[in-house]
């Protein structure tokens, strides 16, 4: 059974930083894509970023290119969104998804597996 479990979330200030970590059991991170999402309050999950499968190239949204990393440490099995420049539009319940495919969907659809999420809360 496959199960993704994040944590590191937390309350930050404003321009403060954060690591969330997502950890799997049931599957190897290795072999799937990854992806990290957010939901804040009334509004839609949304694409932050993530790592393909076969090439670990890695995507973000605009919102978060230059402030947010993901990385993969396959011997972990982790998945790492290390979060810089916080701002309070950043606050939201953040999710890692997991995807067999080769393609980084930006389409929450796409995910067969979700993590049950943390909450990132960015206070000015």
């Known amino acids: 059974q496959v199960q993704l479990v994040e944590s590191g979330g937390g309350l930050v200030q404003a321009g403060g930083s954060l690591r969330l970590s997502c950890a799997a059991s049931g599957l190897s991170f290795s072999g799937v894509t990854v992806a990290w999402f957010r939901q804040a309050p009334g509004r839609e999950r949304e694409f932050v970023g993530g790592v393909t499968r076969s090439t670990d190239t890695v995507y973000y949204t605009d919102a978060v290119k230059g402030r947010f990393t993901v990385s993969r440490d396959s011997a972990r099995n982790t998945v790492f969104l290390q979060m810089s420049s916080l701002r309070p539009e950043d606050t939201a319940v953040y999710y890692c998804?997991?995807?067999?495919?080769?393609?980084?969907?930006?389409?929450?659809?796409?995910?067969?597996?979700w993590g049950q999420g943390t909450q990132v809360t960015v206070y000015s």
């Open positions: 998804a997991v995807d067999r495919s080769v393609v980084l969907w930006r389409a929450a659809s796409h995910y067969d597996y």
